[in-house]
């Protein structure tokens, strides 16, 4: 009779991550299209996750120096496939925006607009792919002083009500106090955002078979995801006012789009509160 553990395995989980962002940098060098881009981005704010979980631990070896050249590392990848993966989407709500239907002017500025950032996103591609080649040995070497720092508790494990716990209290530890301009301000709603993600990734080490972490992770992911919707639209409608100008249609009804994407965030925020 098999036993359903709901216990989650960081270390384990860890190299897991590590092979994972291996393959996802070696998939991206060869072809920096849209779904490796996706995936390379993924593992690193993943594996950030996972270290910052593993830093909450009682008894778990220290690893402080390779972790911290690892992150910086990461940082530099994620911001560098973030940049690429932004226009990935935004070319998909651009067509979101002008069905076929759309009127002359408005189909006229959406092809100006996807054509402008089509060439961005080549630019993009190709400093992705240096900056892997650049850094990935660096980071290789560091990811795997961590491993072998923390092999001494490869097997360690951590029961699902302490998984929660340490998640709701990272989350609240992280979650930065609301600005003087209000909890409004677009760049402390993207912050939340970004410690949702992580958040969720904290919780989601947690087997399916363990309720109450995996609901948690599903109420970062809901934030998370209506969060960067939101910031989705509200970027692509200031490219567009920069390339289009303030009088274009279709960067008003993308203005309109953003808006109606925060109403939605926010309703997940207060959820969370």
């Given at each position: 009779?098999?036993?359903?553990?709901?216990?989650?395995h960081?270390v384990?989980?860890?190299?897991?991550?590590?092979?994972?962002?291996?393959?996802?940098?070696?998939?991206?060098?060869?072809?920096?299209?849209?779904?490796p881009?996706?995936?390379?981005?993924?593992?690193?704010?993943?594996?950030?996750?996972?270290?910052?979980?593993?830093?909450?631990?009682?008894?778990?070896?220290?690893?402080?120096?390779?972790?911290?050249?690892?992150?910086?590392?990461?940082?530099?990848?994620?911001?560098?496939?973030?940049?690429a993966?932004?226009?990935?989407?935004?070319?998909?709500?651009?067509?979101?925006?002008?069905?076929?239907d759309?009127?002359?002017?408005?189909?006229?500025?959406?092809?100006?607009?996807?054509?402008?950032?089509?060439?961005?996103?080549?630019?993009?591609?190709?400093?992705?792919?240096?900056?892997?080649?650049?850094?990935?040995?660096?980071?290789?070497?560091?990811?795997?002083?961590?491993?072998?720092?923390?092999?001494?508790?490869?097997?360690?494990?951590?029961?699902?009500?302490?998984?929660?716990?340490?998640?709701?209290?990272?989350?609240?530890?992280?979650?930065?106090?609301?600005?003087?301009?209000g909890?409004?301000?677009?760049?402390?709603?993207?912050?939340?955002?970004?410690?949702?993600?992580?958040?969720?990734?904290?919780?989601?080490?947690?087997?399916?078979?363990?309720?109450?972490?995996?609901?948690l992770?599903?109420?970062?992911?809901?934030?998370?995801?209506?969060?960067?919707?939101w910031?989705?639209?509200?970027?692509?409608?200031?490219?567009?006012?920069?390339?289009?100008?303030?009088?274009?249609?279709?960067?008003?009804?993308?203005?309109?789009?953003?808006?109606?994407?925060?109403?939605?965030?926010?309703?997940?925020?207060?959820?969370?509160?």
């Amino acid at each position: 009779m098999t036993t359903t553990t709901t216990s989650a395995h960081p270390v384990r989980t860890l190299h897991e991550q590590v092979t994972a962002l291996e393959a996802a940098i070696t998939l991206c060098v060869a072809s920096p299209k849209m779904r490796p881009v996706h995936r390379l981005r993924t593992m690193t704010r993943r594996i950030e996750g996972q270290l910052a979980l593993l830093a909450l631990l009682p008894g778990v070896p220290d690893h402080g120096k390779p972790a911290r050249r690892a992150l910086r590392r990461l940082k530099r990848f994620r911001r560098a496939a973030g940049k690429a993966r932004d226009i990935d989407v935004q070319m998909d709500l651009i067509e979101a925006v002008t069905p076929e239907d759309s009127t002359r002017l408005l189909r006229e500025d959406s092809d100006k607009l996807k054509e402008s950032l089509e060439t961005d996103r080549k630019k993009l591609a190709e400093e992705l792919v240096r900056q892997l080649r650049r850094g990935q040995t660096e980071l290789t070497l560091a990811l795997e002083e961590i491993l072998d720092r923390l092999e001494p508790v490869e097997s360690l494990s951590l029961p699902a009500t302490e998984l929660a716990s340490l998640t709701q209290q990272w989350f609240v530890d992280n979650t930065p106090p609301e600005p003087e301009g209000g909890a409004e301000d677009p760049d402390h709603l993207h912050a939340i955002r970004k410690v949702a993600k992580l958040a969720r990734y904290i919780a989601e080490n947690a087997p399916k078979a363990a309720k109450r972490p995996r609901q948690l992770a599903e109420s970062f992911e809901r934030l998370q995801q209506s969060g960067g919707d939101w910031h989705d639209w509200l970027v692509l409608a200031e490219i567009a006012r920069e390339r289009l100008g303030g009088s274009s249609e279709f960067a008003k009804a993308l203005h309109e789009r953003s808006l109606a994407a925060l109403g939605n965030y926010n309703r997940n925020l207060r959820e969370i509160a």
